[in-house]
DNA sequence: CGGGTTATTGAGGGGCGTCAACAACCGTGG
DNA sequence: CCACGGTTGTTGACGCCCCTCAATAACCCG
């Protein structure tokens, strides 16, 4: 892990789809004062587990993994955060953190203080508040995903894999193409299945048109077909059902 | 559903292990004067997922369950909730209902509305921090028990279920038995699996001594061989591992 | 006592975890 | 440039777990 100097919060482009999207230009810059910025390369733990901290980290670049070892030594991935997302704010009453994040490839973060964060907010209440709505949208979000996880086949599993993988990754070119730093042991610990399970499953989806795969290379070809085999209907489409 | 004329909230039994338990006599005022009382019978639903309301319900007598309805027709029931817990308190931001509640057996419940609610703390501050204490909880909760559900086999998804069956319904007598109102198919509705595979798990768990089970009658006769069936280091202990 | 629901048990088959062999990839060094 | 070893990805074979269907038994309530 290196510290880094500093990055400016004001000309930050992660800021507006951050925590801090609606804070005032005299809110932020408590933040841009008092943050600390750190750079992790890939495989490098963030935050460990039961790790006491007042503090939360904001992705800057990169890609990361929140996860969580169980008693037989088997990982599972929580979920995947990209630039923008928050990270650490899942802690106990002694403010021991609730789960591990690591580095998938390099990434940046900007680690804010609690107690400065709080001031870049209008009020407390406002400061709890954007907490609770945070917090009730990955209640709802984890729910969802605990009965996708128990109901769902491998196959539908990670097709739901790649779609959350498609919306932390950016497309490399105009072809959609992906450089995935992920690898198949990652996605099978997404899906709660084996890596051998995951190269069928991600065949199979090959097989059908889908998507093209091979190594860390993912294109979508039919994204609306994907999110279909994950078991989602369409929610694009909004049809009512007369 | 049948609305009830009305529970005093000071003699009110469950008072301590609820919600409320901190508030003082003047804030239980508040609630005691404007709460509403309702009784649902068996398999009623308490609350519906979607509908909006700006209200809580707080367990008073029975077990009711909170589950969700997948998209194949499958049901999962989320959690058990007893006399004491809160229901509802999940909702979007436009105070829609995030899971269905449904009575297991017969069940009182006290709506409480949200803004009387906040009354009843000394502050709006107070009233956000129980929020966000129980949202909390209920996340790393609900991340423990997600990674459970996906890496155990059925016994084990089994032998979890009946420590939390265990932990809602209270013994009848000296024996500690229990008479649950669960079938075998909202067990596995629970374990993510069918009522064929609860009766055999069941059956196992018979074979090795560790509990009585016939239809609705259950006795845990060891607990500690229970949660080491279900995975879980037996905690109880408490041993330093110098 | 009879009819409906619920629980149990068996048989069959498919999905998936496991092991193992092989192929592909990648960085290093000759 | 190729040789190489280590990591990662792919594919096949095997066996077990568990889902499904079906038959029987137990239970509950009138």
Redesign the interface.
Same mark, same amino acid.
């Given at each position: 892990m290196i510290s880094l100097s500093h990055i400016n919060c004001f000309t930050c482009p992660v800021r507006h789809c951050s925590f801090l999207s609606h804070s005032s230009p005299e809110q932020l810059e408590v933040i841009d004062k008092t943050k600390q910025c750190h750079r992790y390369s890939k495989g490098q733990r963030i935050i460990s587990r039961n790790e006491r901290s007042g503090s939360v980290m904001v992705i800057y670049e990169g890609i990361a993994k929140i996860h +969580?070892e &169980?008693? =037989?030594g088997?990982s599972?991935i +929580?979920q995947l955060i990209k630039p923008g997302d928050i990270a650490g704010h +899942?802690?106990?009453?002694h403010n021991r953190h609730? &789960?591990d994040v690591t580095a998938v490839e390099e990434v940046t973060v900007c680690e804010l203080n609690l107690a400065d964060l709080e001031k870049s907010h209008p009020s407390? @209440?406002a400061f709890?508040?954007a907490?609770?709505?945070m917090? =009730?949208q @990955?209640?709802?979000a984890?729910? @969802? =995903?605990?009965? =996708?996880?128990?109901?769902m086949n491998v196959r539908e599993k990670v097709a739901d894999a790649l779609v959350r993988i498609a919306d932390v990754y950016e497309a490399e070119n105009g072809n959609g193409t992906m450089r995935i730093s992920l690898n198949r042991q990652e996605i099978s610990e997404m899906t !709660?299945t084996t890596k051998e399970q995951v190269s069928r499953a991600l065949g199979e989806l090959r097989d059908l048109g889908i998507i093209e795969a091979s190594g860390k290379s993912l294109r979508i070809i039919q994204p609306v077909e994907l999110t279909t085999q994950a !078991?989602? @209907?369409a929610a694009a489409q909004g049809q009512p059902r007369s």
């Open positions: +969580l &169980a008693h =037989r088997r599972f +929580l +899942l802690c106990d009453h609730g &789960a407390f @209440e709890q508040k907490f609770i709505d917090y =009730r @990955e209640i709802m984890l729910q @969802e =995903r605990t009965i =996708r996880l128990v109901q !709660g !078991g989602m @209907e």
